[in-house]
């Protein structure tokens, strides 16, 4: 199966070098280019990628708020695809607000080459990326710095077993299922089990916006 993937982003050479990269992959096609987030909008509204790389950090339209309309479509619209945002160090503030609009995730623009297709490819499997070494802190950071008042979800978190809650926890942590699967003394098919259940049952869309709730409901706290 095929992958249709658009590139947005303010910087020709990038969005060129981005596609020549992927199109000569045999699973990915890419189907457009656009650049700013107001034309990866309507991009995307005409050719119905799967996964959208996002520029952070553009004309018009940054691409955070490309993000969130084409993550919560208006009316009518029932396209959503995957959203990889596309960022560097100095604009992190950006990708936190991203993954609670329900960004899959994010990589870094001087990723190596392998990084890139890598994180195509699990985006459009329905995961998120999750880079531990990166995630984990940037995360923890803006928890720390961005507290929502008021509005911890403490109360969603009862309708998980205990196991899900440790499972939450590590996801939280930025394990994987392998890593999580070897601390819990649990086969890793139950691992990939029990995040589908904690999914489902927090209407949560994929492992990032997991690892905010859990961080927003206070189950992880900075710093640990």
């Known amino acids: 199966m095929t992958t249709r993937v658009i590139i ?53 339209m940054y691409g955070l708020e490309a993000a969130r309309r084409l993550l919560t479509p208006p009316p009518g619209v029932t396209h959503r695809p995957r959203v990889l945002m596309l960022t560097t160090f100095d604009v992190d503030d950006y990708v936190y607000e991203a993954l609670r609009a329900g960004a899959s995730g994010f990589l870094l623009k001087d990723a190596p080459p392998a990084d890139l297709i890598a994180a195509v490819r699990i985006v459009a499997s329905g995961d998120a990326l999750l880079a531990p070494s990166v995630t984990r802190r940037l995360i923890a950071d803006f928890a720390r710095q961005r507290p929502t008042a008021g ?33 819990l003394v649990l086969a890793e098919q139950t691992v990939k089990t029990h995040v589908s259940r904690i999914l489902t049952k927090l209407d949560l869309r994929d492992r990032a916006q997991a690892v905010v709730f859990a961080y927003e409901s206070e189950l992880v706290t900075p710093g640990e």
């Open 8 to 60: 947005v982003d303010d910087q020709a050479m990038v969005r060129a070098g981005f596609a020549a990269l992927l199109a000569v992959q045999s699973d990915i096609d890419v189907v457009g280019e656009a650049a700013d987030g107001a034309q990866g909008v309507e991009l995307s509204r005409r050719t119905h990628p799967d996964v959208v790389l996002m520029d952070v950090r553009m004309p018009e």
């Open 151 to 183: 509005r911890k979800p403490t109360q969603r978190l009862k309708a998980l077993t205990e196991r899900e809650t440790e499972v939450l926890t590590l996801v939280a942590r930025g394990r994987s299922n392998t890593e999580i699967a070897r601390t």
